[in-house]
């Protein structure tokens, strides 16, 4: 049992201007994506959170980047425990169907997954440690992070530390999946570890050879 109501009129408006203009205009185009099907050269993994726009930083058009969007941009370590994994399925889809070439996962700044992290980890916020917080046990994935950054002083740093270290977690699980290792390691495969800062725009990128982000 359900109760849906009809899209908010806001909504119903938008789409009707879209599909006057942008779709009128490029249905051509359209028609073919649905016929030939999808052929992502990338996919990308980032936060939920409103203000992270993958497609618009990247001036992405429909079937270039094949997203997957969750609380803090976590990737969960390789589990085959029956269990729904969503990320996880989105992952394997995107190495062992689609053979995108390269995952980007993008972290960003104020983030309030990993702040949440961030509290909980430090004693904050008890109610993420509830068995039945959805957020806190997601948020468990990034624990060993937080153990990595705790003992910088300043908390707005050791904050914007710990959405680098969900970057790096992500990018240390993913290998844990065997098809994005050995994907990797035949070489079709890349991965590749940013975090955006959204109140100035700039696009930082991990370089293991520097040992750290450097700004794009
Ligand atoms: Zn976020």
Redesign the pocket.
Known sequence: MHNAKPLPSYLVQRYQGWKATTYAENKTWYRRLADEGQRPRAMVIS???SR?HVTSIFGADQGEFFIHRN???LVPPYEPDGDHHGTSAAVEYAVTALKVAHIVVM??S?????EGCHDMCSGKAPELEEKSSFVGRWMDILRPGYEKVKDIADEAERKRAL?KQAVLTSLENLMSFPFVASAVETGDLSVHGVWNDIGDGSLEHFLPAEGGFKVV
């Open positions: 936060c939920c959170d992270v609380i803090a941009n972290g960003h104020g983030c309030g997954g990993v959405e």
